[in-house]
């Protein structure tokens, strides 16, 4: 089945499970988000681990809160459901997982773009040249499935030209930054890829790690807002720990942050 009716690459089911950790696979030429039909697949009796499903197209992608996902054709939309039990993540390390996964995209965009272009904006952004062009949406499946759903919305050839208004200055998308189109399914099986070796370190609590969320920390240095939902915390952004946290540095002294709204309040 090709990739979509934008197909820039036959859709190679098998290789996917030869050359990556995905066990099943399941293509939806058009749905209303890969999340929700992820977290309805998590109580199947035949469900391998981890299963990917894949999108040409969502009709009502989610984003975190209440914000909707853009997901033009020629978008990489899916998503991943892990037991992640059985790659040896604690429940302890799950909200840590959204941060893997951001720093997977970073390396697989690194492959092509320049490092200092590709940023991780705490906590679930990957930004280029400040600009947004992949979102991950981590949500725990029904008990007691133990299951997690990792979502990866990465902006391809669905140039940002083309986007809603409120977009077209904050996001961006691998095509407004190269020139030329790209080709969805190499870069599907490069994040897969890395997503396997990123919870691998993450899972064998290879200390390195929390280094490469911090030198790509798009937040360092800038005042920074973090709305928990019960409360704002205002200060400059020292980093994120090995723990996974914000670290802000605010008047009344230091904090560690485990999730939250980030706004940048210096913004060039
Ligand atoms: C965010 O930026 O707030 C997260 C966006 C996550 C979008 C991806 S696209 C694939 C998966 N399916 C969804 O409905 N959302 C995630």
Do not use: Y
């Amino acid at each position: 089945m090709p990739f979509s009716s934008d197909s820039d690459a036959a859709f190679d089911w098998d290789r996917i499970r030869k050359e990556t950790f995905v066990r099943q696979t399941e293509f939806h030429a058009t749905v209303d988000s890969t999340n929700s039909v992820a977290l309805e697949g998590c109580e199947t009796a035949d469900l391998e681990t981890p299963r990917l499903v894949l999108a040409g197209e969502q009709t009502a992608g989610r984003g975190r809160g209440a914000n909707a996902w853009w997901s033009a054709p020629g978008a990489l939309t899916f998503s991943l459901v892990i037991h992640p039990a059985h790659l040896g993540l604690t429940p302890q390390q799950w909200p840590m997982s959204s941060l893997t996964t951001g720093l997977a995209v970073c390396l697989a965009l690194e492959e092509t773009l320049s490092r200092d272009d590709v940023r991780l904006k705490w906590p679930n952004d990957v930004l280029v040249r400040g600009r947004k062009i992949c979102g991950v949406l981590v949500e725990v499946g029904p008990r007691p499935t133990e299951t997690l759903v990792i979502g990866i919305g990465v902006n391809i050839n669905n140039s940002v030209r083309n986007a809603p208004d409120e977009l077209r200055s904050t996001a961006t998308a691998m095509i407004d930054e190269t020139g030329i189109a790209v080709n969805r399914f190499e870069f599907l099986c490069r994040i897969l890829r890395a997503l396997e070796l990123q919870i691998t370190r993450l899972s064998s609590h290879d200390t390195s790690l929390a280094a490469d969320w911090q030198s790509r920390c798009a937040l360092i240095g800038r005042t920074v807002e973090v709305d928990t939902g019960s409360r704002r915390t205002t200060g400059v952004c020292q980093g994120i720990d090995e723990d996974g946290a914000l670290a802000v540095l605010t008047e009344s002294g230091p904090e560690r942050l485990f999730g939250g709204v980030v706004t940048m309040i210096n913004d060039e």
